[in-house]
């Protein structure tokens, strides 16, 4: 998993400290894209009535981003 946040971190993708409402996903993503993040929360808004799965997307990134600030533990050999 670490891996994962790794990769994530390195494009830019973490999830802030401030100016989140629920996990900063949404306010990592409008900062990854320079955005407003009120765009991004109405986009999902918008995508809940859709048929598909944003909750799942959600979920999904709330786990894989990681928060901003995170180091990746260090490699054990």
Do not use: E, H, K
């Amino acid at each position: 998993m670490d891996g994962v946040r790794l990769a994530f971190a390195r494009s830019g993708l973490s999830r802030p400290q401030t100016g989140r409402w629920l996990a900063g996903v949404c306010a990592g993503v409008a900062a990854r894209l320079g955005i407003d993040a009120w765009i991004v929360r109405l986009v999902l808004i918008a995508l809940l009535v859709l048929p598909g799965s944003p909750f799942l997307i959600y979920a999904v990134l709330w786990v894989c981003m990681p928060p901003q600030g995170w180091v990746p533990p260090a490699r054990t050999s």
